[in-house]
């Protein structure tokens, strides 16, 4: 995979000469973050100058990263999109979907708690319980960029409000929106707060 306009910094892996004591030594290659794990902190990086911009007037929201960005930097569209899926999956990324286009948003699932951490602190008790019960328990099981409300239901614990309760709580927080319905039945995209400025603050970053 090339990344345009970058070098790959990664070491190169020596021969194993004939006679060599060194040959096999782990070097810890599989530490090294993928072309696309650097990629996405590159972007990251600049967009949370701005992210911090918007957190200081007041607007909470985290760094995003729109995966067509991706492919500006990376010239596998494919692999791209197989290695977003993979961090995805364990839970080291999450995706979103934005209202007013088809495009996807990604942010690092750490400042996403970060920031429901943030709105657990500010929140009266019943709703940092929601908070809470949201990044401890629906973040690590609910890993697609939407989730069924069966689903949510299913999650809930003793002494958690019910799921429509919870659901309009996290609505009204911007920690989900709701979906047009599907064949899986009543469903919310995950969400981030304060969306539009987010967006804003990607725009800025990359300008």
């Given at each position: 995979?090339r990344?345009?306009?970058y070098?790959?910094?990664?070491p190169?892996?020596?021969s194993a000469?004939e006679?060599?004591d060194?040959?096999?030594m782990?070097?810890g290659?599989?530490?090294l973050p993928?072309d696309?794990?650097?990629?996405i ?5 600049r ?6 911009a ?5 607007l ?6 729109l995966?067509?960005?991706?492919y ?7 692999e791209?999109?197989r ?7 364990q839970?080291?990324l999450?995706?979103?979907r934005?209202?007013?286009s ?6 690092s699932t ?19 319980v929601?908070?809470?019960?949201f ?10 960029p939407?989730?069924?409300?069966e689903?949510?239901a ?5 002494g958690t409000?019910s799921v ?6 996290l609505v009204r927080?911007g ?8 064949s ?5 995209w995950h969400?981030l707060p304060?969306?539009c400025?987010?967006q ?6 990359i300008k």
């Amino acid at each position: 995979m090339r990344r345009r306009g970058y070098v790959n910094f990664r070491p190169m892996q020596p021969s194993a000469a004939e006679g060599d004591d060194d040959a096999g030594m782990d070097l810890g290659m599989d530490k090294l973050p993928s072309d696309v794990e650097a990629a996405i902190d590159h972007l990251r990086a600049r967009c949370k100058v701005a992210a911090v911009a918007e957190g200081a007037r007041g607007l909470a929201t985290c760094p995003l990263v729109l995966q067509h960005h991706l492919y500006t930097i990376i010239d596998a569209r494919c692999e791209v999109d197989r290695e977003v899926q993979r961090l995805r999956k364990q839970n080291s990324l999450r995706e979103f979907r934005l209202a007013s286009s088809i495009d996807v948003a990604l942010a690092s699932t750490a400042d996403y708690v970060e920031l429901l951490s943030e709105a657990v602190a500010a929140s009266p008790p019943p709703l940092a319980v929601m908070f809470s019960w949201f990044s401890r328990t629906v973040l690590p099981a609910c890993r697609a960029p939407s989730v069924s409300l069966e689903e949510l239901a299913s999650l809930i614990e003793t002494g958690t409000s019910s799921v429509g309760d919870a659901v309009t709580a996290l609505v009204r927080a911007g920690f989900l929106r709701p979906r047009n319905a599907s064949s899986a039945g009543p469903e919310v995209w995950h969400a981030l707060p304060q969306m539009c400025h987010a967006q804003r603050s990607i725009r800025h970053s990359i300008k």
